[in-house]
Nanobody
Framework: QAQVVESGGGSVAAGGSLRLSCAASGRPFSSYAVAWFRQATGKGREFLAA????????YFEDSVKGRFTLSRDTAKNTVYLQMNNLKPEDTAIYYCNEGEELYYRAYEVAGIQSWGKGTQVTVSS
């Protein structure tokens, strides 16, 4: 797996937007898909969405469907998570990772061994 670097987090008011980036470092993404996860304070890490690296197929959890979109730039080895209509409950550290799935069950998220540093998203009401 490529090392990943997440960026683009920040503080916004509810209803605002942010675009997060997930860049491969060291070598290109080589797995089937790149997925986004988040972890709020005091909660476990949860799966949000994923995009297949070559075909661009996407999957979104209900909590973000219709508000978040995914895109990728294969030339830059980067995946983008566009987050619109942000809510205070979206406040968390956001992480990305590459893998072979478009959907992760909770136990599969718990089994991921390597993570980047993440990027903090704070949404104020």
């Amino acid at each position: 797996q490529a090392q990943v670097v997440e960026s683009g987090g920040g503080s916004v008011a509810a209803g605002g937007s942010l675009r997060l980036s997930c860049a491969a470092s060291g070598r290109p993404f080589s797995s089937y898909a790149v997925a986004w996860f988040r972890q709020a304070t005091g909660k476990g890490r949860e799966f949000l969405a994923a995009i297949s690296w070559l075909g661009g197929s996407t999957y979104f959890e209900d909590s973000v469907k219709g508000r978040f979109t995914l895109s990728r730039d294969t030339a830059k080895n980067t995946v983008y998570l566009q987050m619109n209509n942000l809510k205070p409950e979206d406040t968390a550290i956001y992480y990305c990772n590459e893998g072979e799935e478009l959907y992760y069950r909770a136990y599969e998220v718990a089994g991921i061994q390597s993570w980047g540093k993440g990027t903090q998203v704070t949404v104020s009401s």
